[in-house]
């Protein structure tokens, strides 16, 4: 979502009224309710703690790149990451390394860039190809009847590719459009997540001072006519903001998810043998993500043990935090 002053401010002046009648109604039992508070700190940095601190890896050099509204790791070329820009931008992606230098850029055909909020990685019809889902799943408004994904092979990148910009960039495509519906209302997301293994595809709304809805759309997508998305849970996340959720990704090996919002990131790890759709009723812990302008995006490591992070704007930081 592009930085909106007018809409900021209304947003705050909500959120400052429904914190205000929270702290009233808590300042009547507040000596009870502070060891309790206290506890719950004591355990949500022991949770924290499972990652370290956040550390700058440098900076997207590419100033094109001014709105950096999803990242994913490459599983074609290992040790890159995808990212693409929010609302206003043409239907490109971007190839970046750890430190923020530019790999190149593909413009996919065959596809339309109207809100796009976020890109996952995950199988699709060839079983040794990796591929990329984009979520044009943005809807400020709440009036689109349905929400679009598009699927492309992910591409090898090659010396001669890496070069390449926005004004000559490479050609991807075309791109496989996918429909869905949500099954009770327009909602607006930012959240893309697409399993490793079953390809199953999930979308989490964004919901100011609520809980953010989990829809799922069971794979294969059909590219003819609408998928119908579930909604299948909820996650009450631990923020003043409640469910504003803006980025998300599962792990390479399917066993965790972190989703992130303007302040924090926070992650859900599944216990056991337990069914991946489990995941959703896990606590969520909370982690510090360093400092962010907006941030939209978070991603895992191909390897699993570590999350990157951007944020919108020109030369944003590129921030990893790593479990030891």
Request: overall charge neutral.
């Amino acid at each position: 979502m592009k930085s909106r002053p007018l809409l900021i401010v209304a947003l705050l002046a909500i959120w400052i009224s429904a914190i205000s009648e929270r702290l009233i109604h808590k300042a009547a039992t507040a000596p009870h309710a502070a060891a309790e508070n206290l506890q719950r700190g004591d355990k949500q940095d022991k949770q924290s703690q499972g990652y370290g601190a956040p550390v700058q890896l440098g900076l997207i050099q590419d100033t094109t790149i001014n709105e950096s509204s999803g990242l994913v790791a490459s599983r074609a070329n290992p040790g890159l990451f995808w990212t693409h820009n929010d609302s206003g931008d043409g239907p490109f992606i971007y190839a970046l390394d750890r430190q923020g230098k530019s790999r190149g850029v593909w413009r996919v055909s065959g596809a339309e860039a109207h809100d796009w909020e976020d890109i996952a990685a995950g199988p699709g019809p060839l079983k040794q190809r990796s591929y990329l889902y984009l979520g044009d799943i943005g809807d400020n408004s709440s009036k689109r009847a349905e929400i679009q994904i598009y699927r492309v092979p992910e591409p090898l990148i090659t010396p001669a590719a890496s070069r390449s910009n926005k004004n000559s960039p490479q050609a991807l495509g075309p791109a496989e459009v996918f429909h869905l519906r949500y099954p009770d209302k327009q909602h607006d997301a930012e959240t893309l997540l697409v399993h490793p293994r079953s390809g199953d595809v999930y979308v989490i709304t964004k919901e100011f001072l609520g809980r953010a809805g989990v829809y799922k759309a069971k794979a294969p997508l059909q590219a003819q006519g609408t998928n119908n998305l579930v909604r299948i849970g909820e996650l009450n996340v631990p923020s003043l903001l409640g469910g504003f959720v803006t980025g998300g990704d599962i792990s390479p090996d399917g066993r965790r998810v972190a989703i992130c919002d303007y302040s924090s990131g926070y992650e859900l790890v599944l216990a056991g043998d337990k069914a991946f759709d489990e995941i959703w009723k896990q606590p969520m812990n909370v982690l510090a993500l360093g400092r962010r302008k907006q941030g939209e995006s978070i991603a895992y490591r191909l390897d699993g043990k570590g999350l990157l992070t951007t944020s919108e704007g020109t030369h944003s930081p590129l921030i990893e935090i790593v479990r030891p």
